[in-house]
């Protein structure tokens, strides 16, 4: 059975960091990629960010560059998540999710498909950023 369990969500005043994790089992993990997504009230599920366990290719959505770091512990098969200078914007439902990778030929690398593509997810954390 595949599983994706998210942990370290909570609440943080604005400026603040969290650091989420999500636990992959039930898959091979180095043969996919592993994206955070987030899901804000009455808003669209949107992506955050992607890594590609086989080589570490990583992407991220505008409002998380040099903000966010994404990273993963292949031994533990698991991928994290910093999150630094949070803000209000940032209060949503993240969520990880895998599938495998795309080439993606605008970006040069493999990376995690569409929101609606990918395969497995997780039940999610919630974020809060208090303003």
């Known amino acids: 059975e595949v599983q994706l369990a998210e942990s370290g969500g909570g609440l943080v005043q604005a400026g603040g960091s969290l650091r989420l994790s999500c636990a992959v089992s039930?898959?091979?993990?180095?043969?996919?990629?592993i994206g955070w997504f987030r899901q804000a009230p009455g808003k669209e599920r949107e992506g955050v960010s992607c890594?590609?366990?086989?080589?570490?290719?990583?992407t991220y959505a505008d409002s998380a560059k040099g903000r966010f770091t994404i990273s993963s512990d292949n031994a533990k098969n698991a991928v994290y998540l910093q999150m630094n200078g949070l803000k209000s914007d940032d209060t949503a439902v993240y969520y990880c999710?895998?599938?495998?990778?795309?080439?993606?030929?605008?970006?040069?690398?493999?990376?995690?498909?569409?929101?609606?593509?990918?395969?497995?997810w997780g039940k999610g954390t919630v974020v809060t950023v208090s303003s």
């Open positions: 039930g898959i091979n993990f180095d043969d996919y990629a």
């Open positions: 890594i590609v366990s086989k080589d570490g290719s990583t």
């Open positions: 999710a895998a599938a495998p990778e795309v080439l993606d030929y605008g970006l040069g690398h493999a990376t995690c498909p569409g929101v609606y593509a990918m395969d497995y």
